[in-house]
């Protein structure tokens, strides 16, 4: 069974960095598909930020292209997110998932449970 | 960016239909494939794929959910309504980048 779990800090003060870790089991990140990461705001809106690829591409929301890094590690299976210079804005639950590649392909099949992660002072 | 529409609410009765909508900001179909799939979030767990490209149900969904839809114009239809399907759900586009709606909670009459 596909499983995904995101791991990080929950809080994280304005201005610094907010990081990340998608751990994937079941399935071997390099074997296929895209690993996302999405956030949820309160109130709802969800927003995709970015992919890394099986191959080691990344593709980033353009809103968020001058604060976002996507890498991985293969050793590990595991994938990671990280946000530069966060403001309360970014407070938000983060979900990573996987999806096919290409715009046919690009739905969510399988979710992490989710991070909640608030940047406050 | 493709902006997704979706009513904020919708009540219905157990045993009843529920149809939801989406609409997109321009077309999200490309040649005879509809790229809008679609998802259910209940509070405190992840979203779950319900339908991907417009009609075709994600593994494991009951067949009482299905989706139509093409160009901007598509719906989620639920038929009949469980007291499990209680939820949000939300669309999604793959078209142009990837954009969600901002969901639509079901609720009961």
């Known amino acids: 069974e596909i499983q995904l779990q995101e791991s990080g800090p929950g809080l994280v003060k304005p201005s610094q960095s907010l990081s990340l870790t998608c751990s994937v089991t079941g399935y071997t990140i390099t074997s296929g598909y895209d690993w996302s990461w999405i956030r949820k705001f309160p109130g709802n809106k969800m927003e995709w930020m970015g992919y890394?690829?099986?191959?080691?591409?990344?593709n980033y929301n353009p809103s968020l292209k001058s604060r976002i890094s996507i890498t991985r590690d293969t050793s590990k299976n595991q994938f990671f997110l990280q946000l530069n210079s966060v403001t309360t804005e970014d407070t938000a639950t983060y979900y990573c998932?996987?999806?096919?590649?290409?715009?046919?392909?690009?739905?969510?099949?399988?979710w992490g449970q989710g991070v909640m992660v608030t940047v406050s002072s | 960016d493709i902006v997704l529409t979706q009513s904020p609410a919708l009540a219905v009765s157990l045993g009843q239909r529920a149809t939801i909508s989406c609409r997109a900001s321009?077309?999200?179909?490309?040649?005879?494939?509809?790229?809008m799939h679609w998802y259910q979030q209940k509070p405190g767990q992840q979203p779950k794929l319900l339908i991907y490209r417009a009609s075709n149900l994600a593994s494991g969904i009951p067949a009482r959910f299905s989706g139509s839809g093409s160009g901007t114009d598509f719906t989620l239809t639920i038929n009949p309504v469980q007291a499990d399907d209680i939820a949000t759900y939300y669309c999604q586009q793959s078209r142009e980048s990837y954009t969600f709606g901002a969901g639509t909670k079901l609720e009961l009459k």
């Open positions: 998932a996987r999806s096919g590649y290409g715009s046919y392909h690009a739905f969510f099949d399988y």
């Open positions: 890394i690829s099986y191959s080691g591409s990344t």
């Open positions: 321009q077309s999200v179909s490309i040649s005879r494939y509809n790229l």
